[in-house]
């Protein structure tokens, strides 16, 4: 069984910071924990940020700038640094991986809980 922990989010003033966490535990032959989406209440759940093994990166164009993603390998954790918060910030943040039960396996993706974050003053 896979999981995915989130960890970070929380209430917030417009502004703000906050530091999302999502490390991947239980059992795998391997695992790709690779971004974040969001999504808020009445809309889709969008992509905010991704990263590749080799540490490549991808911006929605609504957080360049803003929020910066990285990754610890050795730990299968990524990391979502949020700086100047705004209230259209609020959402669940949902963290994304994919990988291989088995050696044998195929491809499968996982979707952590959420953490809901909160922007308001």
């Known amino acids: 069984q896979v999981q995915l922990v989130e960890s970070g989010g929380g209430l917030v003033q417009p502004g703000g910071s906050l530091r999302l966490s999502c490390a991947a535990s239980?059992?795998?032959?391997?695992?790709?924990?690779k971004g974040w989406y969001r999504q808020a209440p009445g809309k889709q759940r969008e992509l905010v940020a991704r990263?590749?093994?080799?540490?490549?990166?991808n911006y929605a164009d609504f957080v360049k700038g803003r929020f910066t993603i990285s990754r610890d390998n050795a730990k299968n954790t990524v990391y979502l640094q949020m700086n100047s918060l705004k209230p259209e910030d609020t959402a669940v943040y949902y963290c994304?991986?994919?990988?291989?039960?088995?050696?044998?396996?195929?491809?499968?993706?996982?979707w952590g809980q959420g953490t809901q974050v909160t922007v308001s003053s």
């Open positions: 990263v590749s093994t080799g540490g490549r990166t």
């Open positions: 239980g059992s795998f032959f391997s695992i790709n924990v």
């Open positions: 994304n991986a994919d990988g291989l039960r088995y050696y044998y396996s195929k491809l499968e993706d996982y």
